[in-house]
């Protein structure tokens, strides 16, 4: 129910309009151990090496009353991701593949939006989400508690000849979101991915790829925050209350 009956809006919207530049750094190394084995990894650094700061502005518009801009500064921490992997040839018409990751979502902990001309603004929270002593400037705080997660992969080709070849390939990718912290915007569950295809050169300076992927998510259950005897419901300590995704 976002409009009332005389067209006016009954519902509060927010946007949040914010970018930045910062750098990440990437280092691999591919080991041929023999004329058929090839074993490689990975390291992908976390964007900014570590918390990055986004500014721009917060669109805040509530009912029926005027809108309002402020400006904002938008932290958070996305994470590292380490990989390895192996090619293996038996002979040449055949190769085997296999990778395997793991991505440090453990330090997504929060999503933070402080006032951006308040120079000692901050977002010192505890592992919670609550303020502490420290905590200055905080416009709202989306709390996340990510976990890590890591994924298996593995594939085959196979060669009817130099210019047709059969393509497979079934992956896992493990959940970073919590019961606790799942919400509509990112949904996240348990995952198998399956593909199956081929390559097929047409000409000299023409190849033709064609690929099914399927993938298959786990189901899963997340229950409503649970209410006191007043009926109020578990949520999360300023700044960082929002409404329960759970239901």
């Known amino acids: 129910d976002l409009v009332g009956a005389g067209g006016a809006l009954v519902e509060g919207r927010s ?8 750098f990440s750094a990437a280092l691999g190394v591919i080991w041929e151990a023999t004329d058929k084995l090839r074993i490689g990894a990975s390291y992908q650094s976390q964007p900014g090496f570590g918390e990055t700061e986004q500014e721009g502005e917060l669109h805040f518009k509530f009912g029926n009353t005027p809108s309002d801009v402020s400006q904002i500064k938008f932290l958070q921490e996305l994470p590292d991701i380490t990989r390895i992997g192996a090619t293996f040839n038996p002979n040449n018409k055949l190769e085997l593949r296999f990778a395997a990751d793991y991505t440090r979502w453990s330090v997504f902990k929060n999503q933070c939006l402080v006032d951006a001309e308040n120079p000692n603004a901050n ?52 959940a ?72």
């Open 15 to 22: 946007l949040v309009d914010v970018s930045g530049i910062t």
């Open 123 to 174: 977002c010192a929270l505890d592992e919670n989400g609550g303020a502490t002593p420290d905590t200055e400037g905080v416009v709202v705080n989306i709390l996340r508690n990510w976990n890590d997660t890591y994924g298996v992969r593995g594939g085959v080709s196979y060669w009817l000849d130099p210019k047709k070849e059969l393509v497979a390939g079934l992956s896992y990718d493990s």
């Open 176 to 247: 970073a979101v919590p019961d606790e912290t799942i919400d509509p915007s990112l949904m996240d569950m348990d995952k198998f991915v399956a593909t199956l295809g081929g390559r097929f050169a047409l000409a000299a300076n023409i190849l033709l790829n064609v690929s099914y992927t399927h993938v298959l998510y786990l189901e899963r259950e997340v229950a409503v925050r649970e209410r006191d005897a007043m009926g109020v419901q578990d949520a999360p300590p300023a700044p960082s209350t929002v409404p329960d995704h759970g239901g």
